[in-house]
């Protein structure tokens, strides 16, 4: 019996929410899947996704998380609106920088030796980014569905174990 | 010196007779975990310092942390080097989260034998 997890959820951008949500995607990831390293992994992709919409959100609009897991892929979307355009500039830079390593694990490795090498806060990479590509093992993308809409996507390759 | 409850998270000391082991339990959610713990970190490597003592970080039994947490632990790695001030970081291999995470520090591991990584259960 292969089970698949399927969860969309509209949260109040309130920061008490990241917690509170991947608190519950825990659970529900260990209670699918029975596998703890998916659970964390799933659990901190979701929370660092939520963690950037929510820094970032109009304050007035609802985040959208959603969970879907097809064959192959499990995905964790979250959507957000975007209050100033070039967040999602920034994003794009975040990506393009990740994608000129060989492979995610070295951009983590250096975004850690530039994080105390004394170089200003707008010329690191971001964390929360790297991280999902480097612990999460996922690819992360992004688009721009309608004007002022932002989803950014991880997408994880599922293993023998929790397929 | 007290231990640090804040929010989710709890940090709390043991003293020995060579270090401070500050055990992390719970989570590391906080938007600027740096409000929290940098004056905390600043009183520990003080006490580190007066006591010429090391500092041990238990990470084996935290629940999750996130990203913000991983720049102030960075930075209270390389602030006990300026001090010099040998700091190890403990954490558990089994769980491959912290394997992840924890492996690329290795990169602050110098010559100086002032820091150290040691998963759980090595000696």
């Known amino acids: ?163 | 010196m007290e231990s640090l409850d804040a929010g989710d998270l709890k940090i709390d000391i043991v003293e020995t007779d060579s270090a401070y082991r500050l055990h992390w339990l719970g989570m590391s959610n906080e938007r600027q975990p740096e409000k929290t713990l940098k004056p905390f970190f600043a009183t520990v490597l003080q006490n580190a310092a007066a006591g010429s003592k090391g500092i041990e970080l238990h990470f084996e039994h935290i629940e999750r942390f996130n990203s913000s947490t991983i720049l102030c632990i960075i930075q209270l790695i390389q602030e006990a080097r300026h001090k010099n001030i040998r700091l190890e970081v403990v954490y558990d291999p089994s769980r491959k989260w912290q394997r992840l995470s924890f492996d690329a520090l290795r990169i602050f591991d110098k010559a100086d034998g002032l820091f150290a990584l040691r998963p759980m259960g090595a000696a």
């Open chain 1, 1 to 163: 019996m292969s089970a698949a997890l399927s969860l969309e959820v509209e949260l109040q951008p309130e920061w008490r929410n990241v917690t509170r949500a991947s608190e519950a995607v825990a659970l529900l990831v260990l209670g699918t899947y029975g596998d703890d390293d998916l659970r964390d992994a799933i659990a901190m992709v979701s929370a660092e996704l939520l963690e950037n919409a929510i820094k970032y959100a109009d304050p007035q609009k609802l985040v959208r998380l959603t969970i879907h897991d097809d064959a192959k892929v499990i995905t964790v979307e979250v959507t957000n609106a975007v209050v100033k355009p070039e967040e999602v500039l920034r994003l794009a830079a975040r990506l393009d920088w990740l994608r000129q390593h060989p492979d995610p694990a070295a951009a983590w490795v250096e975004a850690l030796s530039l994080a105390t090498a004394g170089t200003s806060t707008s010329e690191r990479p971001g964390l929360g980014i790297l991280r999902i590509a480097h612990e999460g093992g996922s690819r992360v993308d992004y688009n721009v569905s309608e004007p002022g809409t932002l989803t950014v996507r991880a997408s994880m390759t599922k293993t023998p174990a929790n397929e």
